[in-house]
Every structure is written in structure tokens, then in C-alpha cells.
């Protein structure tokens, strides 16, 4: 099959054989919901015309900044868009147990444990409840986030001779020869206004997936693993076994969480370093110090698993679910059309995406960085996602914040885990 990069423009064109163009689906229009505005809308909006081009469909995208209340109300008032592209599976879950989503066709659980790296982890998160209670695959995943990263400076480890640990037990040993070289290892900052705390959750989140089974992940996630469970809270010590200790921390395990997560990177560029290692997700370079080249003056790598756990290379990170909210050829069409390898390198050629689908060509990507973000995504046996985004708010944007900032001031891991579990209890 023939892919052609059109010079001097970051869209792909449908080359001959690519996707059967038979026009099928002429004179029907297909309706997409979806939370992007901006460049992201200009970018879907060039992915549905390669389909739009093969279908002869008429498929129009509409964009919201109140994509989650906006949705509800549509589903309700029975003027549901063809196809919702959900920001969080959580919603999409609601949705489907109140009977708004119709069900994929039967055979894409099956094209997506094949054909998605950590296949079984995207048809689980896929999958829903029905109005009967009846569980079936209602959400296909395109367009991906990845969390699970740390950001270093290659010149401050060249100059020190430090390598890039690929295991858990690596990182640990170059956290402590770093101190042992009269180093700060670390830079971690929690705070972030209204929303102080968020940074320490993903931080137990990786520790979750690096430390108990994907089964054990979702349970507490769920809530039918408690909170305070020890096997949380050992998650919960993890976390503190780096940002509690004050010869690890720039400024100290009490600065922690008062400095703020955007600032606190800072610390990577500056001579001599403040610190060494800075763990955040891949949108953090927009907080670097102008100028910042990635690749160059700063680089990252997987935040590592544990070599003797035996559970694999698990990713933490979000994405976009898309679900079928009024049925309709054209809605089916579209779902089965996001296989394709050129729904995905259409917008990989562009900006801002990342996909675990293991057929696309990875040098169509427009920016190298995305590259390796992306072949640690292909490289997961794992995927999760962000696990405060799927609990009831009250907990995921309130009590496990407010939490962690606590915990990092000092108390006790089961007292905090107890407390926070007894605000979903409060919920119930």
C-alpha cells in the first residue's frame, strides 16, 4: 500500500489502494462531537476529510469547550451527534448505561486486542455496561497522552557521566548516586492553584501499575479496592519514598508542595543543575525556559518498571473514546474507518497525536519527539488510564488532591488513604 507525503504541507494524501474510495456512503451526512477547538479541530477536521474523500460521505465536526454537560443534554433531548469523541471514558460509561450508545460492531474487540499495542487494555477500557447490564465494547480509542515520562538534561548527565536507567531498581541507584555526588536528584512541584495536589496522583498512579496487577489497578480505581488497602498505600510510600526525602528534592521535601508544578522543571536548566530528573507528562515542555530545544537542551525517558515485578511495561496516560450516539451506515462506517492506518497518520503528520494502533508507518511523523513518545506507547504491555479522571470528582479533582498535599507535608500514609476513602464513602 502507497503513502504519499504531500512536500511542504503536513496532511497525507489517499493513495491509490489505500482505501477503497467507492462513494458508498454519498449524500449522507455523518455528525462528529467532539471537545477540540483550535489547531486540534483543524486537525480532525483533515482526518474525517480523508474519510469524507473515501465514503463520499458528508461529515461535519462540531467543537466545544463544554463538550461534557453539552453531550448529556443532546443525548437526552434525542439530537445526539452521529459520533461523541468523549475526552474520558467515564462519561462515555454513564452514557451507555443510561442507553445512549449503541454497541461496536462484534468483531472490533478482536481487531483491537490484535491490532493496538496492549490490545486487551484498550477493549477494557473500551467497554461498558449497557441499560440491560450487559457488558459490550461501546468506545474505540484514537488519539492518545502519555504520562509515564522523566525529563533530564542529556548535557547535565553526559557531564556526569549518568545513564538512562531502564528499570525502576536503575532509577532508584542513580537517584542515590546522585546525592552521593553531592547532586539533587529530583524536581517536584504539586501546586497548581484550586487544583494543588493533581501532579502526586499520577505520580501514585504509575507507582500503582509499577507495583500491582492491571486488575488491582482497576479495583481501586473502581472503589472495590478501598482506598486505604495496603497495597495502595504502599503505592502512596512509593511516591513519598522520592518526594518525602529532603536530600532527594530540590529545596527540600518541604517545598514540595508549595512550589508550583509549572516552575518546577526550572530546576533541570539551570548551572549547576537544582536538579537532575523531573517526572511529568509530555505536555510539560511548554513550561520549559524559552527557548528550550527538545532533543537537545532537554530529552525524556519511560518512567521504568520494576525488573523483578515481572508485570511488564505498563503506560499511564488519557485519550479520546469515540462512540456511536445515534446509529446511523455512516456513524458504523466512520468506527471502521478509524482502523485504517491513514485515519491515524493524517493527523500523526500534523501536531499533538499519538496512537498505540501497531500498523501505522512511525516516519510519518511530523516531530521526532512525538516518534519516541509514541514508540514507548507501542512499546507498553500495559495501558491505564489516568486514574483521578475516572473517579467521582469529589475524590479524582478534591480529597486525593487535597491528599497528597497533605501526605506531602508530612502525614501518615494510611491516615491520608483513610481519609480520602471516607470521602467516597460520604459520596455513595
Not at 458528508?58 to 463544554?66: A, E, T
Not at 504502599?234 to 519514598?241: K, L, M, T, V, Y
Amino acid at each position: 500500500m502507497k503513502r504519499v507525503l504531500y512536500a511542504g504541507a503536513a496532511t497525507l494524501a489517499l493513495a491509490s489502494g489505500m482505501v477503497h474510495a467507492d462513494g458508498h456512503l454519498a449524500g449522507e451526512q455523518v455528525t462528529v462531537f467532539g471537545p477540540w477547538l483550535g489547531p486540534d479541530q483543524v486537525n480532525v477536521e483533515a482526518v474525517l476529510a480523508e474519510f469524507a474523500k473515501a465514503t463520499g460521505a458528508d461529515v461535519r465536526y462540531v467543537g466545544s469547550d463544554s463538550f461534557e454537560q453539552q453531550i448529556r443534554v443532546d443525548t437526552e433531548a434525542g439530537s445526539a451527534p452521529n459520533i461523541a469523541v468523549f475526552p474520558q471514558p467515564g462519561l462515555a460509561a454513564d452514557l451507555a448505561a443510561s442507553g445512549f450508545l449503541t454497541p461496536l460492531t462484534a468483531d472490533t474487540d478482536d481487531w483491537v486486542r490484535e491490532n493496538y499495542a496492549a490490545g486487551q487494555s484498550w477493549v477494557d477500557l473500551g467497554t461498558f455496561a449497557g441499560a440491560d447490564g450487559a457488558e459490550a465494547l461501546y468506545g474505540f480509542f484514537y488519539k492518545v497522552d502519555v504520562k509515564s515520562l522523566v525529563w533530564y538534561s542529556p548535557e547535565n548527565f553526559e557531564d556526569a557521566g549518568y545513564e538512562v536507567p531502564t528499570s525502576m531498581e536503575d532509577l532508584k541507584a542513580l537517584t542515590d548516586q546522585i546525592v552521593a555526588d553531592g547532586g539533587t536528584p529530583w524536581c517536584i512541584g504539586l501546586g497548581s492553584g484550586g487544583a494543588t495536589g493533581w501532579p502526586a496522583t499520577d505520580w501514585v498512579e504509575d507507582m500503582m501499575l509499577r507495583t500491582q496487577s492491571p486488575a488491582d489497578y482497576d479495583a481501586w480505581v473502581s472503589n472495590e479496592m478501598k482506598f486505604n488497602d495496603p497495597k495502595v498505600v504502599a503505592a502512596i510510600e512509593e511516591f513519598g519514598a522520592f518526594a518525602r526525602n529532603d536530600a532527594y528534592v530540590a529545596g527540600g521535601a518541604g517545598a514540595v508542595a508549595s512550589t508550583d508544578f509549572r516552575d518546577s522543571p526550572k530546576g533541570l536548566f539551570s548551572s549547576p543543575p537544582q536538579c537532575y530528573m523531573h517526572r511529568q507528562a509530555s505536555f510539560i515542555p511548554a513550561f520549559f525556559p524559552e527557548g528550550t530545544v527538545v532533543g537537545e537542551d532537554a530529552d525524556f525517558f519511560y518512567f521504568p518498571a520494576y525488573a523483578d515485578k515481572d508485570l511488564g511495561s505498563p503506560v499511564l496516560g488519557a485519550g479520546t473514546v469515540w462512540g456511536i450516539t445515534n446509529d446511523s451506515p455512516g456513524a458504523q462506517a466512520l468506527i471502521e474507518w478509524l482502523r485504517e492506518p491513514i485515519a491515524h497518520e493524517t493527523w500523526m503528520a500534523r501536531q499533538g497525536f499519538l496512537t498505540p494502533h501497531k500498523g501505522v508507518d512511525t516516519s510519518v511523523f511530523s516531530d521526532p519527539t512525538l516518534k519516541k513518545m509514541n514508540d514507548i506507547l507501542l512499546g507498553a504491555t500495559t495501558f491505564r488510564f489516568d486514574g483521578s479522571d475516572l473517579m467521582p470528582g469529589g475524590v479524582g479533582a478534591g480529597s486525593f488532591w487535597t491528599g497528597m498535599v497533605d501526605y506531602a507535608g508530612g502525614k501518615d500514609a494510611t491516615e491520608v488513604a483513610t481519609q480520602i476513602q471516607n470521602s467516597w464513602d460520604a459520596l455513595k
